[in-house]
């Protein structure tokens, strides 16, 4: 060891004796400082405009524009010019056989040069270390730990281009050529990863050698065995070719022998890579403070649930929109998909069925119309380079799985051991792919029974099997829709009481509008279905007192005379825009979150409840109107045309009034949970969809958080993560010029000016 440590400080002497070390590092920290300076003084701007600051940590280090992320994409450019004289520079002027003739093996020298080169590369870090300690003292509640883990994979990459250097520099005595085949060998080890990916064998091997995004996982703040013994073997594996370059030049042996040594060590790593990259031996270690990169703790413990095999197969159609999602090439990516999943559950297996069909979303609308199914699948295979002979034919899908109410779409099957299935689809949002969210949602419904709600038919109530402006089908039974009960968890059927009784296993039942009342047969049975305890969610609308107060009066609860109205110079004075409540804020996180945020529930004609407090059930107010400039209309009915005034005569007044209501009893030992409205055009398929200017409208959440309470939180699954906390920061917008002067003159004059004076002193010697 004292021999490599001596080598590595004479090369150092030598290093820094040369003006390309000290250039490389006055530019590598103006460049360091100049990104810094910008991102930072971006959140500072941010600050003085009294914008909130989020997650300023990300945003000034690791974002797509921050500091680490910004060095790891011109590092390439500093290490060949470094390394390209560790050996050329030998080799050139003939000192390398004074290192032959003298008792240091080759393996010292090699480490010798190595070490002073994992020297440099510290400096270099140090230098992003003045950065990262500064937004320490400065970024309120910085997550440290995430800094740090992008500085070590920085480090681990500066590394690994060091041995890259090293071994080219060995195999030249020219220092320019060693240089240009550093670069040579980084461009193929970048780009090799999108070679042969069509191929199965090739595409693990390819994958594996490229060394492009290795760092990315560092900096996003996850550190996984497979990434850290990638940058182990790539660093081992030239540092043992440069070794053994040097012992050919010292001990002659036959070609065969040479090729055969070198064959056996790269097929060696390579081996050991393949098996590091299996599922089962990847270890991962997240360092963020809020766990970004890992599953939610709900999704981890549905997972661990879910013993045996698991298979995600997914169906491809040539002929549909989302074919790109999975082609061969992109499987690589497609696993990225799930790999949080495997982390946890490494006997996931992923398979790839191919075929084409017609699409309800075809591909390449408008082109290639005219040619039969199968023909217009073998122009898009031949255009697409893709062998047509791995595409089942509609006749062969058919038989292997029953896609038609799919529309033959892009969809996945999960499947267990036990033959349960489940369906991912895609979405026609930006997202398209499913998040953790439904992910976790497939596989919960593999656990526990899916709710099963039950939407009233038979008086007029809204139809979820109707895409029209007033009915329910978006939310409930849209296959493309993300936010739909299908795709959340649940199960959403029709059901007429008039034919029979409420089954069983309906968990939710769903009076939404009722234009005619229930007959008493069934009351009877609706009655029968609320002392059994189960849960109804029940939506009013203006002058439908007749046909739904019978109902609402079981629980205390009554639809006035009259429509809600606010006053608001821009909409129909009839669209409500209703504020949540403490109670609200009390009974869903989400709501507290959302109230915090001023979110209101919009509501088309709303008519207002009026309920009895110390009966059986507990009445809270989730949603009320604004307490002023709103009141319940008793006159008016033409709000578009109308004259609209206030008649306090006839008892209008502006007040708040309750228009969503949450009921509870405790009922055969469990508790019942009922949830009322005055407007049953707040979920429908044209408010969902409408989008208007100064209103914070959370319908969607509305919607979300009330079937999650109804199903006792089983579903939607709750994926939600904690807010980041490093939201702030402890300097102002004065401190920008002096940052500006410390990080692009300060730091850049000082190395300059060691550099001059180690010049200085060698010149006077």
């Not at 122009?379 to 899908?397: A, Q, R, V």
């Not at 529309?407 to 991912?424: D, H, M, P, S, T």
Request: net charge neutral; hydrophobic share 40%; with cysteine.
């Amino acid at each position: 060891m004292k021999t490599i440590f001596r080598l590595a400080k004479t090369e150092l002497r030598i290093l820094f004796c040369s003006p390309v070390s000290w250039l490389i590092l006055v530019i590598f920290a103006f460049q360091a400082g100049l990104n810094f300076s910008e991102n930072f003084g971006n959140q500072l701007k941010r600050l003085a405009l009294e914008y909130g600051l989020g997650e300023v940590t990300m945003q000034t280090f690791a974002g797509y524009t921050g500091l680490l992320v910004s060095m790891v994409k011109s590092l390439y450019l500093y290490i060949p010019l470094i390394t390209m004289g560790l050996m050329s520079r030998e080799l050139s002027s003939g000192s390398i056989k004074f290192l032959y003739s003298s008792p240091i093996t080759t393996t010292q020298i090699i480490l010798g040069k190595y070490l002073s080169m994992l020297v440099y590369g510290a400096m270099l870090m140090v230098i992003l270390l003045i950065y990262v300690f500064f937004g320490y003292f400065t970024i309120e509640n910085m997550d440290l730990p995430y800094v740090l883990t992008g500085v070590l994979g920085l480090y681990l990459l500066t590394c690994a281009y060091a041995a890259i250097g090293l071994f080219m520099s060995s195999i030249t005595s020219y220092q320019v050529v060693a240089a240009m085949g550093t670069l040579a060998i980084l461009a193929v080890l970048n780009f090799i990863g999108d070679v042969g990916q069509s191929i199965s064998f090739v595409r693990d091997i390819t994958y594996w050698l490229s060394i492009s995004g290795r760092t990315y996982p560092f900096l996003s703040g996850m550190i996984c065995s497979e990434d850290v013994l990638y940058f182990i073997i790539v660093i081992s594996l030239f540092i043992v070719l440069s070794t053994m370059r040097l012992q050919a030049a010292r001990k002659r042996r036959s070609q065969t022998i040479t090729l055969a040594r070198y064959f056996i060590v790269i097929g060696g790593a390579l081996f050991i890579g393949y098996l590091t990259s299996l599922p089962i031996s990847k270890f991962y270690y997240d360092a963020t403070a809020l766990k970004k990169n890992t599953l939610t703790p709900g999704s981890q413990e549905v997972v661990k649930k879910l013993d045996g095999d698991l298979t995600i197969t997914t169906y491809m159609n040539i002929l549909d929109e989302n074919y790109g999602s999975a082609l061969p090439d992109q499987l690589k990516n497609d696993f990225a998909r799930f790999e949080q999943y495997v982390r946890f559950k490494p006997e996931i297996k992923m398979k790839y069925v191919y075929y084409y069909a017609p699409s309800v979303q075809p591909s390449f609308p408008g082109r290639f119309d005219e040619l039969p199914i199968k023909e217009r699948a073998e122009k898009i295979s031949k255009i697409m380079e893709l062998d047509f002979d791995m595409f089942h034919s509609p006749e062969e899908i058919d038989q292997k799985i029953d896609l038609k109410a799919e529309g033959y779409r892009f969809v996945r099957v999960l499947e267990r051991e036990n033959g349960q299935k489940a369906i991912l689809r895609l979405y026609n949002d930006m997202m398209k792919h499913p998040s953790e969210t439904e992910i976790t949602t497939a596989m919960k419904r593999f656990l526990v029974p899916a709710p099963q709600i039950a939407f009233l038919t038979g008086h007029g109530e809204r139809s979820v099997n109707s895409s029209g402006d007033r009915y329910y089908y978006t939310f409930a039974r849209s296959i493309y829709f993300r936010q739909s009960l299908i795709n959340q968890g649940f199960d959403a059927i029709e059901l007429s009481i008039a034919e029979r009784e409420i089954p069983e296993d309906v968990n939710i039942l769903v009076i939404a509008d009722m234009r005619t009342p229930l007959s008493d047969e069934e009351m009877q049975r609706l009655e029968r279905y609320i002392e059994r305890g189960g849960n109804l969610f029940i939506l009013g609308e203006p002058n439908r007192q007749e046909a739904m107060n019978p109902v609402l009066a079981k629980f205390g609860v009554e639809l006035m005379p009259g429509t809600l109205v606010q006053r608001n110079p821009d909409y129909l004075p009839s669209i409500i825009t209703a504020q949540l409540t403490d109670q609200a804020a009390a009974q869903s996180p989400s709501y507290a979150q959302l109230k915090g945020w001023r979110g209101t529930i919009v509501m088309p004609d709303v008519s207002p409840l009026q309920y009895v407090t110390g009966k059986e059930y507990d009445i809270k107010p989730i949603a009320v109107t604004r307490p002023q400039g709103s009141w319940n209309e008793l006159e008016t009915t033409d709000f578009l045309d109308g004259e609209l005034s206030l008649n306090e005569a006839i008892g209008e007044r502006e007040q708040s009034y309750p228009v969503v209501l949450s009921l509870t009893r405790e009922k055969g030992g469990k508790e019942q949970r009922i949830v009322i409205t005055g407007d049953a055009d707040c979920i429908s398929n044209a408010e969902l969809a409408n989008g208007r200017n100064g209103m914070f409208a959370i319908n969607f959440n509305f919607i979300s958080e009330t079937f999650k309470w109804l199903s006792y939180g089983e579903f939607p699954i709750d994926t939600s993560r904690p807010q980041a906390i490093d939201n702030g920061l402890r300097v102002t917008r004065k401190i920008e010029p002096w940052l500006n002067l410390f990080a692009l003159g300060v730091i850049p004059f000082l190395l300059a000016f060691a550099g001059f004076m180690v010049w200085y002193k060698r010149k006077g010697r």
